[in-house]
């Protein structure tokens, strides 16, 4: 029970391979009273993962997971996700493409975030690509995960202007900000 609300919190897993300052900004979200979640476990398929850090500094248990076998991969994190009953899945720059009958077994309860406004640019390299092609906007979106990357239905987006002088290197700076917002607003809209 939330000690606050009295209200239980869902059991989150947030899944990374990277940098993992979406992580960083959901567990400072999480802590909040008003957050609907807790987050209590913290995959990653690297231990290079420097967002590792975050989940010592918070004391949240981390898992690191070779995905190299991916179906092995999968039996051992579904496991630990049963061991720590955890219910809702964020992915946040976590690199490998999930199974169909993985996703299947948390229907609806896995979230991704993408720097960009989807349909368009799916998949790696975003700013770049929109930046070549002289695009006036962009942004992040928070969305459902399905069998295929970058497509499950959106939850929400938040829009960027692109300045003259735009380059990958600063839109990226320009649309991390947002993306912390938003993946905690996406969460709270739909919890
Ligand atoms: C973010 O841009 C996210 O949208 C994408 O991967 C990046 C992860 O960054 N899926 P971080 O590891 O959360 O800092």
Known sequence: MNQFTGSKKILTAV????RGSNLN???????????PIKINLVISNTKKAKGLKYADIN???RKIINFKKKS???MKVLSILNKKKIMFICLAGFMKILSKKFISKFNGKIINIHPSLLPKYKGLNTHLRVLQNNEKISGCTVHYVNNKVDYGKIIMQK???IS???TVYSLNKKILIEEHRLYPKAITKIL
């Open 164 to 166: 003259k002088n735009e």
């Open 25 to 35: 900004s959901l567990i400072k979200f999480s802590k909040k009273k008003s957050s």
């Open 72 to 74: 092995l991969a999968e």
């Open 159 to 161: 829009k960027v202007k």
């Open 15 to 18: 899944f990374i391979s990277g």
């Open 59 to 61: 004391n949240i248990q």
